[in-house]
């Protein structure tokens, strides 16, 4: 039987490679998002600017929800996000995906795939490693069957009409020279393909057993 599957995120670096995998897989696949995907009509795609999720009618049932969003930031912010866009962080990276979770649930999804951050903790004092963790421990709350978070370090790979800055394009530079001295605790915070990270989430979506599972980056390494 093919997968009913909805997937959040297609137009982003992670999603897009999500899509390709799912597309390749012969799935029933339904796209939520900001903005149709004008090479994509053959999916059926829910448009919606995120602030109405709980308002979308929609009676299509579904197997499985992937949610593949988050708030783009810079560098710094990773570290360090200034209290006037604390809010806007929060309301992409918790309440949107907190909706889109209750939606999948609401359409009779039993497994969910997350793509969330290395070092995920709703105790840690960084605001983005705190949301990312409080969004985490919202979703193993909501009642699905199987949870599979993935928790990638920072993401390589070529976003669609987006060109790379020579800020990322330095700083992947220098990194991608380091994880070769990355071991033990550390090889989890490697630079990692987005492409990568997409076959390992969607494989362990397929073949995992009921339950939570976590995936970083010695799982990404080898797909």
């Given at each position: 039987m093919n997968k009913k599957i909805l997937l959040a995120g297609a137009s982003g670096l992670v999603g897009g490679n999500i899509l390709k995998i799912?597309?390749?897989?012969?799935?029933?696949?339904?796209?939520?998002?900001?903005k149709k995907i004008t090479n994509k009509f053959h999916h059926k795609q829910?448009?919606?600017?995120?602030?109405?999720?709980?308002?979308?009618?929609?009676?299509?049932?579904?197997?499985?929800?992937?949610?593949?969003?988050?708030?783009?930031l810079s560098l710094i912010e990773l570290i360090y996000i200034r209290k006037k866009d604390r809010d806007s962080f929060e309301k992409v990276d918790?309440?949107?995906?907190?909706?889109?979770?209750?939606?999948g649930k609401r359409l009779g999804a039993k497994s969910i795939g997350l793509i969330s951050a290395v070092g995920a903790n709703h105790n840690s004092k960084n605001i983005y490693l705190n949301v990312k963790?409080?969004?985490?421990?919202?979703?193993?709350?909501?009642?699905f069957k199987k949870v599979v978070i993935a928790r990638p370090g920072h993401l390589?790979?070529?976003?669609?009409?987006?060109?790379?800055?020579?800020?990322?394009?330095?700083?992947?530079?220098?990194?991608?020279?380091?994880?070769?001295?990355?071991?033990?605790?550390?090889?989890?915070?490697?630079?990692?393909?987005?492409?990568?990270?997409?076959m390992s989430l969607v494989s362990e979506m397929e073949n995992a057993s009921?339950?939570?599972?976590?995936l970083e980056y010695s799982n990404f390494k080898n797909h």
């Open positions: 799912l597309e390749n897989k012969g799935t029933h696949i339904t796209l939520l998002l900001r829910i448009v919606s600017d995120f602030d109405q999720i709980n308002s979308i009618d929609e009676q299509s049932q579904i197997d499985e929800i992937y949610i593949a969003i988050g708030k783009k918790y309440e949107y995906i907190k909706n889109i979770a209750h939606l963790g409080k969004i985490e421990k919202e979703i193993q709350s909501i009642g390589l790979g070529q976003r669609n009409n987006e060109k790379k800055s020579w800020i990322i394009s330095a700083f992947e530079l220098i990194t991608n020279i380091f994880n070769f001295f990355m071991f033990g605790p550390l090889e989890k915070y490697k630079n990692i393909s987005a492409s990568k990270v997409a009921e339950g939570s599972h976590y």
